[in-house]
């Protein structure tokens, strides 16, 4: 029976590694590995889709992001309304039938299939294979596999769990999702109902310290770097323990993370430019799990490219613009697939912007014996205003995150090319469907987009995607801190992000400080951050990188967020948000269709 799931998952699962080793990718020939392992090689090929998976189209490798993450927390801004599934994401109201939580589904459970096919080789492998002196690389992999399946079970219950669990055990009996264990042996077995939350909970916990274990002392070469460790798992265990408010668990693993991982937060000066596939930037001082993504120059257009270590294609949607040849707003081109995924206003007053919206003048420097061009444009933005734009930067009067996070238009640059001509320095630009309308900002992404891309070649991404980082242990520490009722230490570790995010020392007091847990934080005007900093420091350190939807469903700050964007480009009603569905995605259509053991447990208001 094995044998043929073997063979059955291997060819399903999309073919990737974890970094550039090859043993680390599945080979496209599956006769080799279509039978139980023989070797460690062999045992590798298998673990290997457990990485990759995480690069398919349903999660990191597309749509988990752009279309439905980012549009849920009002990140981005979609110009585009031509995707049903796409709109319900926007207004939080998904049907049962939603393509973007469907294939998350789909493909989260692949990856707990792989996992489970893992464990079940490596038994197998032990037993009849191995020797003796093999034992310390077969539990390695046990170890990533426990790893990995808790990672995605992490993200099933997050995303599809009824409720999440409060202090004292609140909501432990609510519905979790189906919790498969093992590899099937028999239909039955794929038949399976939905798991308590403290069950599902219990399960992931399990498996993160089975993990350390496992992976203690193991350190990875170069070529396999991308691999999880004893690190990796302790951090997601942490984060797990803060999930469930077990706050004191939380910080007791969290500290462990903390005092002896070897991590410390990355200086300012690399932080700024961590998020954009500076090779030299990956795997840094700061990341505890990170997803590896190798350029695709070859036109494969990503996951869809059907090769191994196809790269992803979140940038491609939410790519910045640039002034277009005739140096105008009117006519701006995208750095990669435009008009679909802005940034939202509301998100620039956010990071604490002071200034109103920009106009543009006449250029006074205007060479009317030369054509019109991006860098002779007739028009340019007042630069009074610009001037002022600038002092905000200098003076860091706006949180410096915003220009990690997003570029300005007239005043940021970006290095591209023309047509595959040589690249060229052009300024930033308000998106094309928004020239002409002045009360807009029309920023532009920054983080994990397309920002120093030829024009006509921006069909892949090249950055890797950051899943665990030191910041969100020190945010998470601090959470449990305050929890258990320590508010000083977890004032500390929130200033100690606020302060790396002003280039100051981290571990040493200063004027930006927090002075308690209600002090202003940068956010204008703004009712849900204004005043509370543990809120504010985790949407702001980790704007655009897939974490806030699930702190405004533990927290539940739906009803809140709806009324501070308001709107939505895509919709044509204001946004507004159901606290009794829209905390949890529905369980999929599809699975009611195919399991018969869940019938009758959807989740509340589907």
Same mark, same amino acid.
């Given at each position: 029976?094995?044998?043929?799931?073997?063979? *059955?998952?291997?060819?399903?699962?999309? !073919?990737?590694?974890?970094?550039?080793? $090859?043993?680390?990718?599945?080979?496209?020939?599956?006769?080799?590995?279509?039978?139980?392992?023989?070797?460690?090689?062999? !045992?590798? @090929?298998?673990?290997?889709?457990?990485?990759?998976?995480?690069?398919?189209?349903?999660?990191?490798?597309?749509?988990?992001?752009?279309?439905?993450?980012?549009?849920? @927390?009002?990140?981005?801004?979609?110009?585009?309304?031509?995707?049903?599934?796409?709109?319900?994401?926007?207004?939080?109201?998904?049907?049962?039938?939603?393509?973007?939580?469907?294939?998350?589904?789909?493909?989260?459970?692949?990856?707990?299939?792989?996992?489970n096919v893992t464990l079940?080789?490596?038994?197998?492998?032990?037993?009849?294979?191995?020797?003796?002196?093999?034992?310390?690389?077969?539990?390695?992999?046990?170890?990533?596999?426990?790893?990995?399946?808790?990672? #995605?079970?992490?993200?099933?219950?997050?995303? +599809?769990?009824?409720?999440?669990?409060?202090?004292?055990? =609140?909501?432990?009996?609510?519905?979790?999702?189906?919790?498969?264990?093992? =590899?099937?042996?028999?239909?039955?077995?794929?038949?399976?109902?939905?798991?308590?939350?403290?069950?599902?909970?219990?399960?992931?916990?399990?498996?993160?310290?089975? &993990?350390?274990?496992?992976?203690?002392?193991?350190?990875?070469?170069?070529?396999?770097?991308?691999?999880?460790?004893?690190?990796?798992?302790?951090?997601?265990?942490?984060?797990?323990?803060?999930?469930?408010?077990?706050?004191?668990?939380?910080?007791?693993?969290? !500290?462990?993370?903390?005092?002896?991982?070897?991590?410390?937060?990355?200086?300012?000066?690399? #932080?700024?430019?961590?998020?954009?596939?500076?090779?030299?930037?990956?795997?840094?001082?700061?990341?505890?799990? %990170?997803?590896?993504?190798?350029?695709? /120059?070859?036109?494969?257009?990503?996951?869809?490219?059907?090769? $191994?270590?196809?790269? @992803?294609?979140?940038?491609?949607?939410?790519? $910045?613009?640039?002034?277009?040849?005739?140096?105008?707003?009117?006519?701006?081109?995208p750095l990669g697939y435009?008009?679909?995924?802005? =940034?939202?206003?509301?998100?620039?007053?956010? +990071?604490?912007?002071?200034?109103?919206?920009?106009?543009?003048?006449?250029?006074?420097?205007?060479?009317?014996?030369?054509? &019109?061009?991006?860098?002779?444009?007739?028009?340019?933005?007042?630069?009074?205003?610009?001037?002022? *734009?600038?002092?905000?930067?200098?003076?860091?009067?706006?949180?410096?995150?915003?220009?990690?996070?997003?570029?300005?238009?007239?005043?940021?640059?970006?290095?591209?090319?023309?047509?595959?001509?040589?690249?060229?320095?052009?300024?930033?630009?308000?998106?094309?469907?928004?020239?002409?309308?002045?009360?807009?900002?029309?920023?532009?992404?920054?983080?994990?987009?397309?920002?120093?891309?030829?024009?006509?070649?921006v069909n892949y991404d090249?950055? /890797?995607?950051?899943?665990?980082?030191?910041?969100?242990?020190?945010?998470?520490?601090? %959470?449990?801190?305050?929890?258990?009722?320590?508010?000083?230490?977890?004032?500390?570790?929130?200033?100690?992000?606020?302060?790396?995010?002003?280039?100051?020392?981290?571990?040493?007091?200063?004027?930006?400080?927090?002075?308690?847990?209600?002090?202003?934080?940068? *956010?204008?005007?703004?009712?849900?951050?204004?005043?509370?900093?543990?809120?504010?420091?985790?949407?702001?350190?980790?704007?655009?990188?897939?974490?806030?939807?699930?702190?405004?469903?533990?927290?539940?700050?739906?009803?809140?967020?709806?009324?501070?964007?308001?709107?939505?480009?895509?919709?044509?009603?204001?946004?507004?948000? /159901?606290?009794?569905?829209?905390?949890?995605?529905?369980?999929?259509?599809?699975?009611?269709?195919? /399991?018969?053991?869940?019938?009758?447990?959807?989740?509340?208001?589907?």
């Amino acid at each position: 029976m094995y044998k043929k799931i073997f063979i *059955a998952i291997l060819a399903i699962v999309l !073919l990737a590694g974890c970094k550039k080793d $090859p043993s680390l990718v599945v080979p496209t020939d599956q006769n080799s590995t279509s039978s139980f392992p023989n070797t460690l090689d062999e !045992l590798n @090929t298998i673990l290997a889709p457990a990485y990759g998976n995480l690069k398919s189209i349903g999660l990191w490798g597309f749509e988990l992001m752009p279309k439905a993450l980012e549009n849920s @927390t009002h990140t981005g801004d979609a110009n585009y309304n031509g995707d049903a599934a796409w709109n319900e994401m926007t207004a939080n109201n998904l049907s049962i039938t939603n393509g973007k939580s469907q294939n998350a589904w789909t493909a989260l459970y692949a990856g707990v299939t792989v996992c489970n096919v893992t464990l079940a080789a490596a038994d197998f492998f032990e037993a009849n294979k191995a020797t003796s002196s093999q034992k310390a690389d077969i539990d390695a992999i046990r170890g990533q596999a426990k790893f990995m399946r808790a990672f #995605y079970y992490f993200q099933l219950e997050t995303l +599809f769990g009824e409720a999440y669990i409060k202090a004292g055990g =609140v909501n432990e009996s609510k519905k979790g999702v189906p919790l498969y264990t093992a =590899v099937p042996k028999n239909v039955e077995d794929t038949q399976q109902g939905r798991a308590t939350t403290k069950a599902v909970w219990d399960f992931i916990k399990a498996d993160l310290k089975d &993990a350390a274990t496992l992976l203690d002392n193991r350190v990875w070469s170069a070529t396999e770097i991308g691999r999880a460790n004893k690190w990796s798992a302790k951090a997601l265990l942490g984060k797990a323990y803060v999930f469930t408010e077990d706050w004191a668990n939380a910080k007791t693993t969290l !500290l462990e993370v903390i005092n002896n991982s070897g991590k410390s937060l990355m200086p300012f000066a690399k #932080y700024k430019d961590a998020f954009n596939g500076n090779t030299a930037n990956e795997y840094n001082e700061e990341s505890l799990f %990170e997803l590896n993504v190798d350029a695709d /120059n070859k036109g494969n257009y990503g996951p869809w490219g059907g090769v $191994p270590n196809a790269s @992803t294609l979140n940038g491609v949607i939410w790519s $910045p613009y640039i002034l277009s040849e005739a140096g105008t707003e009117t006519g701006s081109r995208p750095l990669g697939y435009g008009g679909n995924l802005g =940034v939202h206003d509301k998100n620039i007053k956010r +990071f604490g912007y002071p200034l109103g919206y920009y106009t543009l003048v006449a250029n006074p420097a205007f060479d009317n014996s030369k054509p &019109a061009s991006f860098n002779n444009p007739a028009q340019i933005m007042d630069p009074a205003y610009k001037a002022q *734009a600038i002092l905000v930067r200098t003076n860091k009067t706006a949180d410096p995150r915003l220009y990690v996070n997003l570029v300005q238009p007239w005043v940021d640059v970006l290095n591209t090319d023309w047509n595959g001509g040589p690249k060229q320095n052009v300024p930033v630009s308000k998106p094309d469907y928004l020239a002409g309308e002045p009360n807009t900002y029309g920023w532009g992404f920054r983080k994990y987009a397309a920002i120093d891309y030829h024009i006509n070649n921006v069909n892949y991404d090249k950055w /890797n995607w950051y899943f665990l980082r030191l910041a969100d242990v020190y945010l998470l520490y601090a %959470e449990a801190s305050i929890g258990s009722g320590d508010v000083a230490m977890g004032l500390e570790y929130i200033n100690k992000v606020h302060r790396r995010a002003y280039d100051l020392p981290v571990n040493t007091p200063s004027v930006r400080d927090y002075a308690s847990l209600n002090a202003a934080t940068p *956010a204008i005007s703004d009712p849900v951050l204004g005043t509370n900093p543990l809120r504010y420091e985790r949407w702001a350190e980790f704007f655009h990188e897939g974490i806030w939807w699930f702190d405004v469903c533990r927290w539940r700050l739906g009803p809140q967020e709806a009324a501070f964007y308001g709107t939505a480009r895509n919709l044509t009603t204001p946004l507004t948000f /159901n606290e009794a569905k829209s905390y949890s995605w529905p369980i999929p259509l599809a699975e009611f269709n195919a /399991n018969a053991k869940i019938a009758g447990q959807q989740n509340p208001g589907y």
